[in-house]
């Protein structure tokens, strides 16, 4: 199901499985890592500013929101232009979805756009979001999906991206048990931003396990970014969801959502398709790029939406990858994962 309705999985192909083509994330504004930099906060970006953005990029307001129609076409036709057919944009409630300008972006640039259902984390939620219980966070992701979301007739293709804190918070299970309600109901496929710990997507995959998730059409987001341990790796991929490696081009290794981590380089995402490879989990791997601030797209000096075909495809090519996996990663997967069961 897309924005302009639902397509062909035949015809999904080249497809970015978790970024942002609008959005507004001033829920995450953290403050600087050097506190006398405080001002900088509220400067737009510019080329003078541009490198301490990269750093602080949760510290630049400016850098946070973008939602220029105009622009989004542009970045996106870039997009088109490498190859890419399919773009999920899991901008859920708390992220300032727009279905609207969603469906005129894909109607102008013909790039087929899966939009997201449900709630990202509870940081990003008014107070007292849950009161209302399961039943009525429930009725609103299957509004999203049989109706049209904020008031449109504009529909959800896929469930997430569905937040989850570390540690989880009780109200973003009540959440996740609706989302999974919603899930099951429908027969689309449930995205989850883990908690910033490696043993979070277990902690996660159990609980919606027990409530009876399809695992196997179930999506566990950030993995590059959550799991540095290769033996939770197996782990989680023994499990049987989707792994989605999807924070590509994102080169600031300083992470101030979580400064005792770190993230991790392009290689090493690389390095970890490898041993995904190696360990036969290949029918369960997802790429993105999540793009969610301004400095990753082209107009403001990023890499872009066609970073992983112009030049992470080439570079996994170069380090014998077959085409074959390759095309399972960019199309099959993608494809299989967002047929609705």
């Known amino acids: 199901m897309t924005v302009l309705g639902p397509i062909e999985p035949n015809t999904v192909g080249n497809t970015t499985t978790h970024d942002h083509i609008i959005i507004d994330f001033n829920a995450v504004l953290t403050e600087p890592i050097d506190s006398k930099d405080i ?31 105009e622009d989004a076409c542009n970045e996106l036709n870039h997009y088109r232009n490498s190859g890419g057919k399919t773009i999920v944009d899991v901008t859920n409630i708390g992220l300032g979805r727009d279905p ?12 087929n756009i899966v939009m997201g259902s ?19 966070l429930f009725e609103s992701i299957m509004k999203d999906i049989t109706i049209g979301a904020d ?14 804190s570390w540690p989880w918070t009780d109200n973003e299970k009540t959440v996740m048990e609706a989302s999974v309600l919603a ?15 490696q043993y979070a997507p277990l902690e996660i995959i159990e609980f919606i396990d027990r409530l009876g998730a399809d695992l196997n059409h179930v999506v566990m987001g950030h993995i590059d970014r959550t799991i540095f341990d290769y033996s939770i790796l197996k782990e989680t991929a ?35 398709i490898e041993f995904l490879i190696k360990n036969n989990f290949e029918d369960q791997i997802l790429l993105a790029h999540d793009i969610c601030t301004k400095h990753r797209l082209k107009k403001y000096g990023g890499h872009g939406f066609d970073h992983l075909l112009k030049r992470i495809v080439p570079w996994m090519e170069m380090r014998g990858i077959e085409d074959r996996i390759i095309n399972k990663m960019m199309i099959k997967n993608p494809a299989n994962m967002l047929t609705i069961q």
């Open 39 to 69: 001002s900088k906060m509220d400067e737009k970006i510019s080329i003078d500013n541009l490198g301490w953005v990269r750093f602080n990029w949760a510290s630049s307001k400016d850098n946070l929101k973008y939602d220029d129609l």
């Open 100 to 111: 609207e300008k969603l469906k005129v972006i894909s109607s102008k640039t013909g790039i």
């Open 118 to 136: 449900g709630f990202y984390v509870e940081l990003a939620q008014r107070k007292n979001y849950t009161s209302d219980g399961i039943e009525s």
């Open 151 to 164: 008031d449109t007739s504009v529909k959800s293709g896929i469930i997430g991206e569905i937040g989850c």
């Open 183 to 197: 899930h099951k109901t429908t027969g689309l496929p449930l995205l989850i931003h883990p908690g910033r710990d």
């Open 238 to 272: 023994e499990t049987g969801v989707y792994l989605n490696l999807d924070l590509w081009g994102h080169e600031s290794q300083y992470y101030p959502l979580a400064p005792e981590t770190y993230m991790p380089g392009d290689h090493e995402r690389i390095k970890m």
